[in-house]
């Protein structure tokens, strides 16, 4: 079974610019989780989507948003890029509990 | 105080070791807790997922939970070079609710 894909890869923007990132579940998952890595402040949850629903969100600034497609893919979307948005954006597609994590976005802010 | 603590290491040890991670947590409405494991560059892959209280085994793996201390633990036995990486505890309320990151500890296996 495929695992979590996340697109892209790497991002590198400048600030005030804005970005979309993209993730696909793992096939039969409909939940999506997002979470923001940084060195400093380690994991922080974002926001959660089931069936193309927000059922929970982080402490993060408006400028965050996300949605969830009908295939269960998630997109998430961060306007007036700061530098402090440097980060790993890492999706997790979830099922009966079990998060299970895709390899990452690396955003940078220039 | 932060909701999960871990001692965020480095931690070295030797090849064939018994490595112990250990996590806290202040919140006591924390039902289930997992173990991640992150490799450089990586996402972080799942290795352990338990329920309450009790112990769970996994091949060299052995996850602890005792609740009324709020204090998690992960064992590796015979510890590999392959086995370097940083750990996660993680935890949350209920299957439907956001989990709660440690820092991570940083875990090296020397050979």
């Known amino acids: 079974k495929a695992g979590v894909t996340q697109t892209p890869r790497y991002l590198i923007k400048t600030r005030g610019q804005q970005v979309t990132l993209s993730c696909s579940p793992i096939?039969?998952?409909?939940?999506v989780s997002w979470y923001q890595q940084t060195p400093g402040q380690g994991l922080q949850f974002l926001f959660e989507?089931?069936?193309?629903?927000?059922?929970n969100k982080g402490n993060f600034p408006g400028r965050f948003s996300g949605r969830q497609f009908s295939n269960s893919r998630s997109e998430m979307n961060v306007s007036t890029l700061e530098l402090g948005d440097s980060a790993l954006y890492l999706c997790?597609?979830?099922?009966?509990?079990?998060?299970?994590f895709g390899p990452g976005t690396r955003l940078t802010v220039l | 105080q932060k909701e999960v603590e871990q001692d965020p290491g480095p931690l070295s040890v030797p090849e064939g070791a018994i490595v112990s991670l250990n996590c806290t947590y202040s919140n006591s409405a924390f039902q289930y807790f997992m173990w991640y494991r992150q490799y450089s560059r990586k996402g972080p892959e799942l290795l352990m997922y338990t329920y309450s209280s009790g112990n769970k085994e996994d091949g060299r793996f052995t996850a602890q939970v005792d609740k009324s201390s709020k204090y998690i633990s992960l064992f590796i036995r015979d510890s590999q070079p392959s086995d370097s990486a940083t750990y996660l505890c993680a935890m949350s309320i209920s299957g439907n609710t956001p989990l709660v990151f440690g820092k991570g500890t940083r875990l090296s296996v020397i050979a």
């Open positions: 997790a597609s979830h099922i009966r509990g079990e998060q299970f």
């Open positions: 096939s039969g998952h409909r939940s």
């Open positions: 989507y089931f069936s193309e629903t927000q059922r």
